[in-house]
Nanobody
């Protein structure tokens, strides 16, 4: 079982940047695809970005394309989400999760989840 710990969230202003980290404990992350997801109050959890096990493939939801970048460092057992040009609508709890196989943006295909990190963007 993979244990995931997200960090890097915080309170920022519109246009600022944050880098979220997703660190794995107890098992190597290198054989899993990893996705980032977010959930705002009163809304369903939605996909943000996903990356394949090698880092060679990635995908993004349209609302973050050109602003967010997902990457991974398998030597550090960590996946990152660089978020630039943040907007108030990016405010949510951000989660990382893993799945076996290719990376997808389907939230229901992911098995192991972290506890989340809060991102708040003020206008």
């Amino acid at each position: 079982q993979v244990q995931l710990v997200e960090s890097g969230g915080g309170l920022v202003q519109t246009g600022d940047s944050l880098r979220l980290s997703c660190a794995a404990r107890g098992r190597t992350l290198s054989t899993y695809a990893v996705g980032w997801f977010r959930q705002a109050p009163g809304k369903e959890r939605e996909s943000v970005a996903a990356i394949g096990w090698s880092g060679g493939s990635s995908g993004y939801v349209d609302s973050v394309k050109g602003r967010f970048t997902i990457s991974r460092d398998n030597a550090k057992n960590t996946v990152y989400l660089q978020m630039n040009s943040l907007k108030p609508e990016d405010t949510a709890v951000y989660y990382c999760a893993t799945k076996i196989g290719r990376a997808t943006l389907n939230v229901y295909e992911y098995n192991y989840w972290g506890q989340g990190t809060q991102v708040t963007v003020s206008s």
